[in-house]
């Protein structure tokens, strides 16, 4: 239950322990195109260039920059948490120059800082903003910063590493350019993948660059000569990590199965049920509720509560792993994961009555069951609504 990796499927376990194919065989190309055409669908996108990155939700940040970025173009990275600082680092990396549009750590950014930060300089060539920040909880909106880079004809970023299978991803409906994610989160998988997703205007900002892509791994043209193929045929480029493919074909097959919207609402209802509890045990959340990310909770330590001594509690006792604060959050927060598999209403039960036992041995006062009962009511008035 921290911020990832979360639980997975059964059946996706199951799916690792199926027999190895080598890369080119046809019945793996049949998968890969299975598995590109649920990511379409996961995305909400037509795109042609969707595929699973070989690497984490890293190399697909990696890939995403490496393929746009040339020496000298301005970019704007919106910066309101942790991974917004690595996008930016990675930026200045392949020879972009960094406009730093700033908000503070547990608040969405303001249009009108990303706004003046776009018009800093006369053109600008890519947005890139992480929609749902793992290091705070927060949920950035979208759609009016995708307006606001595509009046300056920039390209729009968007990290979905944590929103993606767990909330609200619309590609196509909002406008996204580029966008990547991490098969360890809300879509179910272990880690080990990176899905990826290309429009038009970002193909031909790949295939129009003056100077090759500086990264040989993740250079697109060559990765689709593989994943997608020309006149019937895939080009070889690297060795396909084939369990995790079969792994990610079927945490995809299962979120399809259970249906995306049914899969958003089961992580907003369960997501609101423990923020409900959490509060009914006397905490504070760190994101106001407009803002929360419902696949990761980010909540204030108790005064005169230890941090670590908490976290070690619940793994050792009671087999719970919280994860701790980043940044300005470091000994002051914790970040709780309901993602995927994990996002169940068991595991918030058995969290909330763990962590209530760990924090009054502490000396904290808490009411005996309070934060369970407050869960339990928020999730029966979710299903009767």
Not at 12 to 40: N, Q
Request: glycine residues 10%.
């Amino acid at each position: 239950m921290g911020p990832g990796p979360a639980n997975v499927h059964p059946l996706v376990r199951e799916a690792l322990s199926a027999p190895v194919l080598g890369h080119l065989d046809p019945k793996f190309i049949a998968i890969m195109d299975e598995v590109s055409e649920m990511l379409r669908q996961v995305f909400r996108t037509q795109n042609q260039a969707t595929i699973p990155i070989s690497g984490t939700g890293s190399a697909g940040m990696e890939a995403s920059l490496c393929n746009i970025i040339e020496p000298g173009d301005n970019v704007v990275v919106g910066i309101n948490g942790y991974f917004g600082e690595r996008i930016s680092d990675m930026v200045s990396r392949y020879g972009g120059n960094v406009i730093r549009a700033e908000g503070l750590w547990g608040q969405p950014l303001d249009p009108a800082v990303v706004k003046a930060a776009l018009d800093r300089v006369p053109t600008v060539k890519l947005l890139a903003v992480v929609h749902a920040e793992t290091s705070t909880g927060v949920l950035q909106p979208l759609p009016e910063l995708i307006a606001l880079a595509h009046e300056r004809d920039a390209l729009f970023l968007a990290d979905c590493v944590t929103s993606l299978g767990g909330t609200e991803v619309n590609v196509d409906g909002w406008g996204i350019d580029v966008a990547y994610s991490g098969t360890q989160k809300c879509l179910g998988a272990p880690p080990g993948l990176s899905p990826i997703t290309f429009g038009d205007r970002a193909v031909a900002a790949v295939r129009g660059r003056k100077t090759k892509v500086p990264n040989w791994y993740l250079d697109l043209t060559s990765l689709l000569n593989y994943w997608e193929g020309q006149d019937g045929k895939r080009a070889y480029h690297h060795t396909a990590p084939i369990s995790m493919i079969y792994a990610l074909h079927q945490a995809l097959a299962v979120i399809l199965a259970e249906g995306l919207e049914i899969r958003h609402e089961r992580h907003r209802n369960n997501s609101l049920a423990l923020h409900a509890g959490l509060e009914a045990l006397g905490l504070n959340l760190v994101v106001a509720p407009q803002y929360r990310a419902y696949p990761l909770t980010t909540v204030y330590i108790p005064d005169g509560v230890a941090d670590t001594a908490v976290r070690s509690a619940l793994l050792n006792d009671y087999d719970i792993e919280i994860g701790a604060g980043l940044g300005p959050f470091a000994g002051k927060a914790w970040r709780i994961g309901l993602m995927g598999h994990t996002s169940a209403a068991k595991n918030i039960f058995a969290f909330l009555g763990a962590l209530e036992s760990v924090l009054v041995a502490q000396g904290y006062q808490a009411e005996h069951g309070a934060g369970i009962a407050a869960a339990e009511h928020s999730l029966e008035a979710a299903s009767a609504g």
